[in-house]
C-alpha cells in the first residue's frame, strides 16, 4: 500500500531554536518528494521538490534531506520564526502529476 | 501573477443539499485538481484534469460527486446530496502539467459544513 508517514505529528519550539521533521514513505514507484508549508487557511505552499538523484535541497531556513534507499526523508527548520508556524506536509508523487500525502507535522513556535 | 482562485471559501449547508464550489487556476496551466481535505489530515486527489479531460477520477465518489471543466480553464466541483462526511476543506490546485517535477499551486480552498 502506498503511504506516506510523518512524524511528530505535533510539535511546539521556541523562537529562535532549530528543529527537525521526519518523513517515511512506501509510494511506489517513485518519482519525487515534495515539502509543503499549509498555514491556517490558506493552501499549501511548496518548499522543496527533489527526486531520486538529489538528497538535500535549501529554501532559506527550510533544508530537506531524502534518502531514496531507505525511504526516508528530513525538513530542518533552522532559527525558527514565529512565521514558521504551519502544518508541514510530506508528499510523494509516484508518478506524472499523481501525489500521495502525508497527514502532517503541526509546528508551533512560540515567542 | 494571480494565483488559483476559489470561491465561496465557506459554506455551511443541511445534508441532503447541494453544494458547488468554483475554481479559477493559474492563467495557462493545462492542469487542475480537486483536492478534499478532512480536518487533521493531509489533502485526497478528487479528480484531476489536464486541459478539459479527465486524467483521473478513481477517488471520486461518483455518485454524488461531480466536476467538470469546461473550455480547459475554469472548474466547478459539486457534491449532490451532500452527507454529514463531506464536511471538509475542498482545495483546487493547478500545474503547467509539463513535466513531473510541475509545482502545484494550490487555492486557499473552501470550507464546507455539512450540518
Known amino acids: 500500500k502506498n503511504q506516506v508517514e510523518q512524524s511528530p505529528q505535533s510539535l511546539i519550539i521556541l523562537e529562535g531554536k532549530n528543529c527537525t521533521l521526519q518523513?517515511?514513505?512506501?509510494?511506489?514507484?517513485?518519482?519525487?518528494l515534495r515539502w509543503y508549508k499549509q498555514d491556517t487557511g490558506r493552501g499549501p505552499v511548496s518548499l522543496t521538490i527533489?527526486?531520486?538523484?538529489?538528497n538535500t535541497k535549501s529554501n532559506g531556513r527550510y533544508t530537506a534531506t531524502l534518502d531514496a534507499d531507505t525511504k526516508q526523508s528530513s525538513l530542518h527548520i533552522t532559527a525558527s520564526q514565529l512565521s514558521d508556524s504551519a502544518s508541514y506536509i510530506c508528499?510523494?508523487?509516484?508518478?506524472?502529476?499523481?501525489?500521495?500525502f502525508g497527514a502532517g507535522t503541526q509546528v508551533v513556535v512560540t515567542p | 501573477e494571480a494565483g488559483v482562485a476559489q470561491s465561496p471559501r465557506y459554506k455551511i449547508i443541511e445534508k441532503r443539499q447541494s453544494v458547488a464550489f468554483w475554481c479559477n487556476p493559474i492563467?495557462?496551466?493545462?492542469?487542475l485538481y480537486w483536492y478534499q481535505q478532512i480536518l487533521g489530515q493531509g489533502p485526497k486527489l478528487l479528480i484531476q484534469?489536464?486541459?478539459?479531460?479527465?486524467?483521473?477520477d478513481s477517488q471520486l465518489p461518483k455518485d454524488r460527486f461531480s466536476a467538470e471543466r469546461l473550455k480547459g480553464v475554469d472548474s466547478t466541483l459539486k457534491i449532490q446530496p451532500a452527507k454529514l462526511e463531506d464536511s471538509a476543506v475542498y482545495l483546487c490546485?493547478?500545474?503547467?502539467?509539463?513535466?513531473?517535477?510541475?509545482?502545484?499551486?494550490f487555492g486557499p480552498g473552501t470550507r464546507l459544513t455539512v450540518l
Open positions: 490546485a493547478s500545474s503547467t502539467g509539463q513535466e513531473s517535477t510541475d509545482t502545484q499551486y
Open positions: 518523513c517515511n514513505y512506501t509510494v511506489s514507484p517513485f518519482s519525487n
Open positions: 527533489m527526486t531520486f538523484s538529489e
Open positions: 508528499v510523494v508523487s509516484r508518478s506524472w502529476g499523481k501525489l500521495q
Open positions: 492563467s495557462g496551466h493545462a492542469t
Open positions: 484534469f489536464q486541459n478539459n479531460g479527465v486524467v483521473d
